[in-house]
């Protein structure tokens, strides 16, 4: 079965550092795109980047350039999202999700697989 | 950046009514137009993805038209489990703002 896991809840105070991972399985991971997602309590989607795990290849949303940090680990089929400081307004469910697309070329172009969503919370 | 913009926000439809959303991009995606459907405390799901192919095993009362700048999501029959919220995204970007569906 092809699945995306990600990390369990966090709470953090602000200014802390934060790292959360999707792992996954059932396909070639390092094939594919990996697209990160934002949704904030009671709004909508926001698209944050994506990484492409074989090269680390990264494309980053000018909303989220310079405050987030994607990386992955070929080795492990893990994805991370990583925050060096955080702020209340981190407050969000994050989602991974694949693109279901290579380098050369797309067999759907869209997030066709989502992890199950991790909810970091930032508070005082 | 592209700009998204989805309408109408919310609707309020009986069961076995026709619905329809749209969204519009500030510039041309081509066919790269893809339709999320998110319920409460769910991740999203993929309904349809180059403006107008069914993902597999997706009901087929959900239909996707358009191309170039104005696309519509179109659900034929809606069914009680069809509420929720439902959003546009261009190629691998920019989501629109969402469309939540709720049955009278």
């Known amino acids: 079965e092809v699945e995306l896991v990600q990390s369990g809840a966090e709470v953090k105070e602000p200014g802390e550092s934060l790292k959360i991972s999707c792992k996954g399985s059932?396909?070639?991971?390092?094939?594919?795109?990996i697209g990160w997602v934002r949704q904030m309590p009671g709004k909508g989607l926001e698209w944050m980047g994506i990484i492409y795990p074989g090269d680390s290849d990264t494309r980053y949303s000018p909303s989220f350039q310079g405050q987030v940090t994607f990386s992955a680990d070929k080795s492990t089929s893990t994805a991370y999202l990583q925050w060096s400081s955080l702020k209340a307004s981190d407050t969000a469910m994050y989602y991974c999700?694949?693109?279901?697309?290579?380098?050369?070329?797309?067999?759907?172009?869209?997030?066709?697989?989502w992890g199950q969503g991790t909810m970091v919370t930032v508070s005082s | 950046d592209i700009q998204m913009t989805q309408s109408p926000s919310s609707l309020s439809a009986s069961v076995g009514d026709r619905v329809t959303i749209t969204c519009r991009t500030s510039?041309?995606?081509?066919?790269?137009l893809t339709w999320y459907q998110q319920k409460p405390g769910k991740a999203p799901k993929l309904l349809i993805y180059s403006a107008s192919t069914l993902q597999s095993g997706v009901p087929s009362r959900f239909s996707g038209s358009g191309s170039g700048t104005d696309f519509t999501l179109t659900i034929t029959s809606l069914q009680p489990e069809d509420s929720a919220t439902y959003y546009c995204?261009?190629?691998?970007?920019?989501f629109g703002g969402g469309t939540k569906v709720e049955i009278k």
């Open positions: 510039q041309s995606v081509s066919v790269y």
């Open positions: 995204q261009e190629r691998y970007s920019t």
């Open positions: 999700a694949r693109r279901y697309c290579t380098k050369a070329s797309c067999y759907k172009e869209a997030f066709d697989i």
């Open positions: 059932g396909y070639s991971f390092t094939n594919y795109w």
